[in-house]
């Protein structure tokens, strides 16, 4: 099943400003809107932004979204410890007629 | 508060059926599609299908069809996932996630606490 694109992996120290980029094709990214899920071990994933750059009640502002053409991103800015999590993206794919996902991103806090 | 709560933990054997429930309350069942992502271990999430509890709707990822069966029952505000014909592959943790939608945005805004199907001879 195709997947957004995503890095395996990401890393910072506490009080950093890290980025995770998504990459995606028209079907997807191109004509919809952006969702970002965080995901603690042993967890279910929760709502972290959606429609690009939202926020769902409770949800910091250390997270931030952004869209552009095909690709998003998601910045954790002042990194803490409970960051530590995997972190996808997902967006409508309109071929597929569901969510299509990233293959997620690991967060280590160093 | 919305809560989707799905059932137990499931060990099948290869060439078995398993369905899974989501019970769901503190919304109006009718008016969000449901749909059912899973995450093998170690793996990422994968989108598996949908169903539209209003009218029996539904729809599944490619590498589901003909396996995969959504079913509901408005009277308990549940929802179901059959997957038949199981193989080691369909070890995974499956989840119900509740899409909210408008015409500018689509996003899983709840999610069950997942359930875990294990496929082992």
């Known amino acids: 099943q195709p997947l957004l694109t995503q890095p395996p992996s990401a890393s910072g120290t506490p009080g950093q400003r890290i980025t995770i980029s998504c990459s995606g094709g028209t079907s997807n990214i191109g004509r919809n809107t952006v969702n970002w899920f965080q995901q603690l071990p042993g967890a279910a994933p929760k709502l972290l932004i959606y429609k690009n750059n939202e926020w769902p009640s409770g949800v910091p502002d250390r997270f931030s979204g952004s869209k552009s053409g095909t690709s998003a991103s998601l910045a954790i800015s002042g990194l803490q410890s409970e960051d530590e999590a995997d972190y996808y993206c997902?967006?409508?794919?309109?071929?597929?007629?569901?969510?299509?996902f990233g293959g997620g991103t690991q967060v280590t806090v160093l | 508060q919305v809560q989707l709560v799905q059932s137990g933990a499931e060990v099948k054997k290869p060439g078995a059926s398993v369905k899974v429930s989501c019970k769901t309350s503190?919304?109006?069942?009718?008016?969000?599609?449901m749909h059912w992502v899973r995450q093998a271990p170690g793996q990422g999430l994968e989108w598996v299908a949908w169903i539209d509890p209003s009218t029996g709707g539904s729809n599944s990822a490619p590498k589901f069809k003909g396996r995969v069966t959504m079913s509901r029952d408005t009277s308990i505000t549940t929802a179901y996932l059959d997957l038949s014909s199981l193989t080691s592959d369909d070890t995974a943790v499956y989840y119900c996630a509740r899409l909210n939608s408008t015409r500018s945005y689509r996003t899983y805004d709840y999610w069950g606490q997942g359930t875990l199907v294990i496929v082992s001879s």
């Open positions: 503190g919304y109006t069942f009718t008016g969000h599609y």
């Open positions: 997902a967006a409508w794919d309109d071929h597929l007629n569901g969510l299509m």
